[in-house]
């Protein structure tokens, strides 16, 4: 039988936001953070580039001009504001986590030293600014690092390498989670006042990505399979910059650094796609003009299929110290030496803009009126506020888990404090147990690695940077016989000592579920927004499509939508030039 | 200066690569095994996989699992030698194995756990007393003063003078290849002592006192023999040796 535990909070995920959510909790309520990966694992530690604040430190900068940026470079599905608080809030995020030791690089007179990124300008679109504030290319290492060291010294209660696998529901409210041991092959059932998902991104269904393999959509999934809605699935980000095949980012920074794109001509072409601001136009643009020279024959390579990313006129001391971890990925993985030869560069899946939608205390919010379902929260990737809108701004999502990390955990503690422990419904780990057993006992008809890779083609073709409406369509019917063979997989350890064959195959199930939320999303919103590109209707449509969706799992296993309106504010939408 | 790629070695080098990156290589993986549920001792399988020489050895661990045996046991998450999951011992020298390639390897790889921590299963290692050490010397910047409102001063001289030791990923290699911790449980290790670096040379931090005491006790600095297997180790570069050696000399000389 599985063991039960009760906690106040228990938060899933030890990444950025669930840490920033602990630190919160843990002193003010009995906290337990669960997480399939050792929290210093997690994929928060790959940011490199930086985190942004309108410090102002380096030359003259506001949060008003950051919110104004955000909600530009969202396409104008950002919840305006959300993104003023956010932009507000940075400034005294970012003290914070110096306070607690983050090494930020520094100005000559020791203050935080700030550079460029995509899509950050001085006063609303005039030329590119230094916001980001940064520790060499490896800031969220140093995020991830330092909010560990702060659980540590506040005792935070890890459950590691534990997989949360069902959300448990009670008469409405949340009553806890159910987690899988994976060194013992134990379920644990936490009956908790409150939950909050923190699971991260989903870029595995794509062929390529920056993504770890571990960043499968479990929190998502697991909320949708329990009723609850996805908000705007069809936003993924697609960043210009991967290595060649392999999806391993280079930083945005390294453009910020000055390093500019190429193409086999030796064409700086970013000149023709954004006049102002060049190499920095944010992502889906940058991505957009990638695909677009490969379209016309100017991409490299035998199969014209690459770009390139030009370092050779930096300063190679720039590289050494501002920029030290991409230079090693390009010389450790493709050979090639970035101070002297160009790098092979293409589009990589990235980032989730969608995810479970919550407000801006973390709460997720169900329907077009945005009901709070009671004591369940969302943070980080895997969350929806919305800040990012159609297309998220570097930077902006190491900010994005700090400051909601923070404001989520924070309501957390003062929502259980305040109210008594939820009943556990009867046979917690019933749906739990089928699924596992189904996967233990079938004959291995079909196997998820093969299941895997299909989607992952299959979505790298038609539901990558450029999206038509007969792509999706047959995405969809791909979707379908993908499910269908899943149905037959079977895994070949039958063990319960780290059986990572049998978890695997459960995330595999997350990605299907999250591909198919994406996909439907995708199909019906026919304009072209942020990183959602159709090629059949390249415009952005503000009359019928200023909205936001919301993907629901129905009973017989389709997905149905709804849409609720965005939160304007101050900025009206206008046409997105740089 | 206007770069052309037209021209030069440039181009031509890049393109060779991925067209080289076509042809296939046959790699045999000799690996050792343990599985509690099934055998009370460990046992060595060889798989024989084809790969692409410029895959990665974790890719040709992955076709073994996905394709060959399910029951192969190992940690992995980013697959870009960051997340620190992936140390083993390869060919008899620990390294993460998302940082080799097959071509570095081929056309054939030993492959054991990291030594010095109990094997649960296959190449899997219980970390906690990894993380036990680490957590032993205080990994957390210790201030009295109270926060300033904005940022702590810190000049970019002083803030180099830590950087190294801030790349730690916690991976353990440098400890799982230190003779002394596999001859005894009791010393921290390499990687807690660089994680004690981090904070000891900070100039924001007050916590020094309290952590050179630690590291001066027996379990920790002087029990080092300066054999340099660490330093090899580290896949993130790290002076790891000369880390040791400056919190040595800080508690010898500094007599905080
Ligand atoms: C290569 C790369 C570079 C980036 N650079 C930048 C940058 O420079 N600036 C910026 O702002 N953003 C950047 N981003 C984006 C940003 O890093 C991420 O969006 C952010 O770190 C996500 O944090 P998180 O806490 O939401 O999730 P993660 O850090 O991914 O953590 C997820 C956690 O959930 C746990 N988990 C998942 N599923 C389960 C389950 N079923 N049960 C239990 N636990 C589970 C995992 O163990 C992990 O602890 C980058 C992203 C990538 C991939
Ligand atoms: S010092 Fe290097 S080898 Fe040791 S744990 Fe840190 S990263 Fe790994
Ligand atoms: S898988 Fe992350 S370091 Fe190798």
């Known amino acids: 039988m599985a063991t039960t535990h009760t906690y106040d909070a228990v938060i899933i995920g030890a990444g950025g936001a669930g840490m920033r959510a602990a630190i919160e909790t843990s002193d003010r309520v009995r906290t337990a953070v669960i997480s399939k990966l050792y929290p210093t694992r997690s994929h928060t530690g790959a940011a490199q580039g930086g985190v942004c604040a309108a410090l102002a430190n380096v030359e003259e900068d506001y949060p008003e001009w950051h919110a104004f940026d955000t909600v530009k470079g969202g396409d104008y599905l950002v919840d305006q504001p959300a993104a003023q608080l956010m932009t507000e809030e940075a400034v005294d995020a970012i003290y914070e986590l110096e306070h607690w030791g983050l090494p930020f690089n520094r100005t000559p007179d020791g203050k935080l030293d700030q550079r460029r990124f995509g899509g950050h300008t001085r006063n609303h679109g005039e030329a590119a600014v230094r916001r980001a504030c940064y520790a060499a290319d490896r800031t969220g290492h140093m995020i991830l690092q330092t909010l560990y060291q702060q659980c540590v010294k506040r005792n935070v209660r890890f459950f590691n390498e534990f997989y949360c696998l069902d959300l448990l529901m009670e008469e409405g409210r949340v009553a806890g989670v159910v987690a899988y041991e994976l060194a013992t092959g134990d379920l644990h059932v936490f009956r908790a006042k409150t939950v909050m998902f923190a699971t991260g991104g989903y870029g595995r269904m794509f062929k390529v990505s920056s993504n770890a393999h571990a960043l499968t959509g479990d929190g998502p999934a697991v909320a949708f399979r329990r009723g609850i809605p996805l908000e705007d699935m069809e936003f993924f980000q697609f960043h210009p910059t991967g290595l060649n095949k392999l999806g391993i980012l280079l930083s945005e920074g390294a453009r910020g650094e000055g390093a500019i794109l190429l193409n086999k001509d030796g064409e700086r072409f970013m000149e023709r796609y954004a006049p102002t601001i060049k190499d920095l136009a944010p992502r889906d643009m940058v991505s957009r003009a990638i695909f677009q020279e490969m379209k016309e024959g100017r991409g490299a390579g035998p199969s014209g299929d690459y770009v390139f990313l030009d370092f050779r006129h930096l300063d190679p001391k720039v590289l050494e110290e501002k920029l030290p971890d991409i230079t090693e990925f390009s010389r450790v993985y493709l050979r090639v030496e970035p101070t002297k030869e160009l790098v092979p560069i293409q589009p990589t899946a990235h980032y989730a803009m969608g995810g479970i939608p919550t407000d801006v205390d973390g709460r997720v919010v169900v329907g077009p009126q945005e009901t709070p379902v009671p004591g369940l929260y969302a943070a980080g990737e895997c969350a929806c506020v919305s800040v990012h809108g159609a297309n998220r701004l570097g930077t902006n999502s190491l900010l994005d888990i700090v400051v909601f990390g923070r404001r989520g955990g924070a309501d957390m503690a003062a929502y259980a404090a305040g109210t008594e422990a939820p009943d556990l419904p009867g046979a917690p780990v019933g749906s739990t147990l089928d699924m596992l057993n189904g996967l233990l006992t079938r004959e291995r008809a079909e196997n998820a690695a093969d299941i895997r890779k299909d989607l992952q083609a299959q979505m790298y073709e038609k539901a990558f940077v450029v999206r038509t409406e007969d792509g999706l369509k047959e995405m969809k019917r791909d979707l379908a016989n993908l499910r269908d063979r899943y149905s037959r997989v079977g895994v070949q350890d039958k063990g319960s000592v780290f059986n990572t064959d049998l978890m695997e195959a459960v995330e595999l199930g997350f990605l299907l579920d999250c591909a198919d939320a994406l996909v439907t999303a995708a199909l019906a919103r026919d304009e072209s927004r942020g990183g959602h590109y159709r090629e059949d209707h390249p415009l952005r449509d503000d009359a019928n499509w200023l909205k936001h969706s919301l993907a629901y799992r129905e009973e017989d296993g389709s997905v149905r939508l709804e849409f609720k309106p965005v939160k304007m504010g101050p900025y009206l939408p206008m046409e997105r030039k740089y | ?256």
């Open chain 2, 1 to 256: 200066m206007a770069p052309d790629p037209t021209t030069g070695r440039v181009l031509r080098d890049s393109d060779e690569g991925s067209v080289a990156a076509a042809a296939t290589v046959s790699l045999t993986l000799r690996i050792r095994r343990y599985n509690p549920e099934v055998a009370d001792d460990p046992w060595w399988d060889e798989f024989t996989v084809t790969m692409e020489p410029t895959d990665r050895l974790l890719d040709a661990l992955h076709e073994v699992k996905w394709h060959q045996d399910g029951t192969l046991g190992l940690r992995r998450s980013c697959a870009h030698g960051i997340c620190g999951s992936d140390a083993m011992l390869i060919n008899g020298r620990n390294a993460l194995a998302c940082k080799v390639l097959v071509q570095d390897v081929a056309p054939k790889a030993t492959i054991e756990p990291i030594r010095g921590l109990p094997v649960l299963k296959d190449l899997i290692v219980d970390m906690e007393p990894f993380f036990a050490g680490y957590r032993s010397v205080l990994p957390f910047l210790i201030n009295d003063d109270g926060d300033p409102e904005r940022e702590r001063s810190q000049s970019p001289e002083d803030r180099h003078r830590y950087d190294d030791t801030t790349k730690c990923i916690l991976c353990a290699a440098c400890t799982t290849s230190c003779p002394i911790f596999w001859g005894d449980g009791e010393y921290v290790g390499p990687a807690a002592i660089v994680n004690a670096h981090r904070f000891i040379f900070d100039s924001r931090d007050q916590g020094a006192r309290d952590r050179l005491k630690i590291l001066s006790e027996k379990t920790g600095v002087f029990r080092c023999r300066t054999t340099f297997n660490c330093t090899d180790a580290c896949p993130r570069g790290i002076e790891v040796t000369k880390a040791i050696q400056e919190v040595k000399r800080a508690i010898l000389f500094d007599r905080f």
